[in-house]
């Protein structure tokens, strides 16, 4: 298995319902494709399969990817105002530095 418990995976979003994936083939159904194109992470590994916290399913190697976890924003108003805070940061080291330089 490439797959460990911890690892963040994305459900393949290109996945074909009544198609069969793995060496241990798992069966995708129609259920089942509603979790593709969603992340989650590895809960539990058997030899044949991975439980991935999306959907009560098991997924093969086949049928997922390994992502990358971005860090949520949250609401738009506390990424604004985190940005906001960057600037006024940045303004202030100018002004440091102009007032070594210059009265200000």
Not at 33 to 58: I, N, P, Y
Not at 59 to 77: C, D, F, I, N, Y
Not at 88 to 104: F, M, T
Request: charge should be negative; proline fraction near 3%; hydrophobic fraction near 40%.
């Amino acid at each position: 298995m490439m797959f460990k418990i911890g690892d963040y995976v994305r459900i393949r979003d290109d996945l074909i319902v009544g198609e069969t994936y793995g060496a241990y083939p798992i069966f995708l159904t129609p259920e089942m494709k509603k979790c593709c194109g969603k992340t989650g992470t590895v809960t539990e590994v058997s030899k044949e399969a991975l439980a991935v916290k999306v959907g009560d399913w098991w997924w093969s190697e086949l049928m997922v990817r390994h992502a990358t976890q971005e860090k949520p924003q949250g609401s738009l108003w506390g990424f604004v105002m985190s940005k906001l805070d960057e600037a006024d940061e940045a303004l202030q080291a100018v002004k440091n530095v102009l007032a070594c330089h210059y009265e200000v």
